[in-house]
């Protein structure tokens, strides 16, 4: 199998990176001057509020919104005595029951180090933590941990077993913790010392930055999306880097050469006139990315529902009608479905609480084979996932880590004509509630005028369908009333505004 990595940089205003495996699409990263992320960054903040109710505080970190910092993100350090060992092993935090309460840790005013680990979303500001980690290619390194762990990603224990050797020999910083990475399966012991360099370096820059900055200062910033996603994402598995910048070709190359030197030449300066995604038909995929309804090859479908708590996903079985067995109908789409669902995941960058309602299926096999394939869909998933088993019902409920709004959050406004419910108000109902606010109006003894601004196609539906009712209001209470149509006036709302007899406005 194929598989590239294409890099458009070549308008500068946006940069997007796609994973393709034999042409299609498989991930998908955008990132914008005016949309830069700070997940990853370190920070010296000031805790500005601590809530005893929710347990967690708010930390000035300089950016303007205050973070979010949870009791279950803060180091022992922080709540330790004096003399007391503050390190903690990798992956045994102490439990939320045995750490005090947040308002014995933090007082307002105190300097604190915190790593931005999610984003701000809507009215939510970044959440926060003070368990730092600095990623290397092949490693993660943790400040004040104990312990090495191996990505649970690398199943072959015999491999494992190699890499954790490979950490014993080599010398490590004193009070740092190290992961090895999903990526150092196969690595060489000199690339492991050699990543391990580079970490090292940064965290003592970092170290040294802690005691001369004041609050709130940032301390470290992550690499652009560029230099993240070659470093995260591209590996031995990729044949290819296309990228339509001979800059931005040269410092991928650069940086190659310090962590990959013998993959520097898989990379590819693309100078063609067609437009490096046209080029590759990456586009028609992309716009397809923003769209509610999935196509299945089969000719089945799936409906992709995002709301403030959760999103919902709905499978289809549209056209697909080949097998006589409607068990066998359901078991055939229900698989496409969760192949393709998994890869929507990835590319949309959804997270939060996921609800898939697949086509519901009599024999319990078929829902754990649909339930498996699902599962194993989601293995190449970068970000953190937790499935539930499938209810008998055919749904699976799952919640995708969320670092950053989903793609369409990030591209898209809110429409201000349906504040994002996809719905108006056909003119027959808005024309029933304009007129109640027309009686009550009129009933006003002091209004002799009223003036009416609707969209076009309510005061065509006024004016023609309703043209009684409304003579009917105006000879019954005396009252003159002028319908306006305004084109700027967005569906379901209107404009309402009342006379006296020496023109003054009366409120309704």
């Known amino acids: 199998m194929s598989k590239e990595m294409l890099i458009n940089f070549a308008e500068s205003d946006e940069c997007r990176i796609a994973v393709v495996q034999d ?21 010296k903040g000031r805790v500005v509020n601590i809530e005893p109710g929710i347990q967690a505080a708010f930390v000035d970190f300089g950016l303007g919104k205050n973070g979010f910092l949870h009791i279950s993100d803060l180091h022992p350090r922080y709540f330790m005595r004096k003399g ?17 309460p947040i308002q014995q840790c933090l007082k307002k005013g105190q300097d604190i180090i915190v790593q931005v680990t999610k984003g701000g979303i809507n009215t939510k500001g970044p959440t926060l933590s003070t368990y730092l980690s600095l990623p290397g290619k092949y490693l993660v390194m943790m400040p004040w941990m104990h312990n090495l762990g191996v990505s649970q990603k690398i199943e072959d224990e015999q491999e494992r077993a190699r890499l954790r050797a490979i950490l014993d020999e080599v010398q490590l910083p004193e009070k740092a913790g190290f992961i090895l990475r999903t990526a150092s399966a196969g690595c060489s012991r000199k690339d492991i010392q050699k990543d391990l360099g580079y970490i090292s370096r940064l ?39 296309i990228c ?38 990456i586009e028609d995929e992309i716009r397809k990315i923003h769209s509610r309804y999935v196509e299945l090859k089969n000719g089945g479908s799936i409906v992709i529902e995002q709301t403030e708590a959760l999103v919902a996903i709905d499978v289809n079985s549209g056209k697909y009608r080949k097998h006589e067995n409607a068990e066998q109908t359901a078991l055939k789409i229900n698989l496409e479905a969760a192949r393709e669902i998994a890869r929507q995941l990835k590319i949309r960058d959804l997270g939060g609480l996921i609800i898939c309602d697949f086509i519901d299926m009599r024999d319990g096999r078929n829902r754990r084979e649909v339930e498996k394939v699902f599962r194993a869909s989601l293995r190449d998933d970068r970000a953190r996932s937790r499935i539930l088993k499938i209810s008998a019902f055919g749904i699976i409920e799952m919640t995708r880590q969320r670092v ?33 606010t027309l009686n009550m109006a009129a009933a006003k003894a002091e209004v002799r ?6 969209p076009p196609s309510v005061a065509d539906f006024l004016l023609n369908r309703r043209r009684s009712a409304i003579a009917k209001i105006e000879a019954g209470e005396q009252k003159h009333i002028i319908i306006r149509p305004d084109e700027t006036c967005p569906a379901e709302h209107y404009n309402v505004i009342c006379f006296d007899d020496h023109d003054g406005v009366v409120k309704i």
């Open 23 to 43: 042409g299609s699409l498989e991930e998908l990263y955008i990132e914008r001057p005016s949309l830069a992320s700070y997940v990853g960054n370190i920070y």
């Open 404 to 436: 950053r709004p989903s793609l369409q959050l990030s591209t898209y406004l809110k429409c201000p004509y349906c504040a994002g419910t996809g719905m108006v108000k056909n003119p027959e109902s808005a024309a029933i509630e304009i007129i109640r």
């Open 84 to 100: 007391q060992e503050y390190t903690e092993h990798i992956g045994k935090r102490k439990s939320l029951k045995d750490r005090p």
């Open 449 to 454: 005028r009223i003036e009416l601004s609707v």
């Open 244 to 281: 339509d910048s001979e800059t931005v070709a040269r410092r991928i190359r650069d940086f190659l050469g310090i962590i990959q030197p013998r993959l520097k030449s898989r990379v590819t300066y693309y100078d063609g006139k067609i437009p490096l995604f046209h080029r590759y038909k």
């Open 203 to 241: 965290f003592r820059a970092i170290h040294k930055r802690i005691d001369t900055v004041s609050s709130p200062a940032e301390l470290y910033k992550e690499s652009d999306l560029i230099i993240r996603v070659i470093r995260d994402v591209f590996n031995t598995g990729i044949s290819r880097i």
